[in-house]
């Protein structure tokens, strides 16, 4: 049963957006506002490699918002390139559905799915030349907290300057199952893209400060 | 069993290390005083509440006084529940803590819940108080926080801190200063600052039993602060205790031998909570040993190095592959619990051990 175009679109959506979240460990809002433009950027390459697959065009899907400013493209590589499988490509270029119907893979076919293990929520505590000590939290809460010295030797060099005092990070040991179904055992460490301390936000932390300490009498 | 103090006796409970300590002190005719707080890994709730609860102490009328001694993650986790549910309360915190450099680094850190538990803790603190509308009481060196004058028959009770001192106080502002987040720098987690200049030392007199609660305060090469400063100082309250909580989990830079031999009976009753992060652990063999050395009474709420819970093999293979090290950060938890009848002399100390709680000379390290 063909679906509808704007139910398509939403499924597909939903189902982009778990995966992604799934695998990342992103439990946050302000990160995951980031990356959900980023679940677009798949859909952005199939329209302009294959223009004339459809007959909505690229045009429909700019309407769509579906195209992202390239800008923004290089926060997510990470995502495309950790959790999603060049399998994907292949499949898209070989099955190419007749216009004007939007060709969408079964979620399994197209898939990386990742089956963790365990999941932690890490913390840098202090730095050392080969290795940086950190707490790490499970996420499941299944096992007590643990502190562990990592080496950065293990770090990628993108997230190598990431590294500070305080700096967050998820480590997620599991299985990695491809598209094609084979299983690879997998360890992803991977570092919190933080904004900064806008000047509002401080501002508005200082007014709330100066509220409370007149309302607790020790203004 | 958990059955509550009677009305004429003293009980010090010492949890620990849920990840941090608590400590509660029932001082007699249904008034307890809670020192910090940590969470009961089992049940997650803070053990002051869950404790309380068990044995029906009523929250909300029976808990008079609140101490945080210091804001490190380890002694504050689950305080704001507790803040908010014993409402009566008075919240006691080091002076100098609630500057608006503080207050506004609290706020900030605050709004981005799930980033800093212990930042959080404090916030929903602050919170409590201001709906509740209790002005929090700062603690210093010499100063009395909480006072029971002794009618109808009460023994009277005097609380008073024995630190910060003064120049503690002044390190403290100019360290929390540093903390407060600058404008374009990156959100981070909150690493709290060492070495911790301002924990609140507290002295508990009810009737004829002293206590000497050491919080997490270390030695200083600076006589203005530090145990010296206390142990110095001619404005402390006179007494000897019989009963030591010591500090900062046994570590040698917070062991003053004046200490003992100052303020203490000789072989006083003295407990304390383990501690590790990394490859540190608290207390060493060689403290152990020291402590021992100074009283056959010592106590421990938990063995302070276990090994690490397993996980599955390819988990710990890729730990493996990728740490120097990996040490489980909380250790098992107890609950150590010491009761005396407020008028019986000598007094004698009746010793119960929960869960992992053991005495020293049982431990094996």
Redesign the interface.
Known sequence: MQLAKSEQYDQYDQERLSIASDNSNINDPEEKEKIIPSLYMDRKWEVITNPDVTSYGQVSFQDCKFIVPQGEASVDNKINSTYIDDDKFNLLQKEIPESPVVWYPLKHQRTTMFTSFIKWRGVVLKIYKDCFLCRLVDQDGNSPDEEAEILLSEISDEDLQLIDIGAVFYWSIGYQTNPSGSRTRSSIIRFRRLPVWRSEELSEAQKKAEKTLIALGIA | MLTPPLNEEVEISIFGPG?GECILIHIGFNDWIIIDSCIN?SS?EPCAVEYLSNIGVPLDTDVKLIIATHWHDDHIRGIGKIVSTCSNATFVCSDGL?T?EF??????YG??P??TEGVNEFDIV?KS??TS????KYASAEKALWKRNGPNGKPPCCITALSPADFAIHLSKIQLKELF???????????APQPNNVAVVIWIEVGDIYLLLGSDLENSPDKRHGWAAIVDSNLRPEGIASVFKIPHHGSKNADLPEVWEKMLIKNPLAVMTPF????VSLPTLEDINRIKSQTSEGYITAPPRVK??K??K??E???K??????????SFFGHARFRADLKSLPIDWKTELFQSATSLNSLKV
Do not use: C, M, W
């Not at chain 2, 509308?133 to 929090?136: Q, S, V």
């Not at chain 2, 592959?321 to 909380?330: D, F, R």
């Open positions: 990840y890994p997650k609630l608006k207050v506004t680094f609290i706020k900030a709004a981005r799930g980033l602050l108080l201001e509308h209790r002005t929090p987040p600058q404008e374009n720098t990156t959100k981070r987690d909150v690493v590790s992060k990394g490859n690490r819970v996980k599955p390819i988990v293979q890729f730990v592959g990728a740490t120097k090290s990996i040490y489980q950060a909380n």
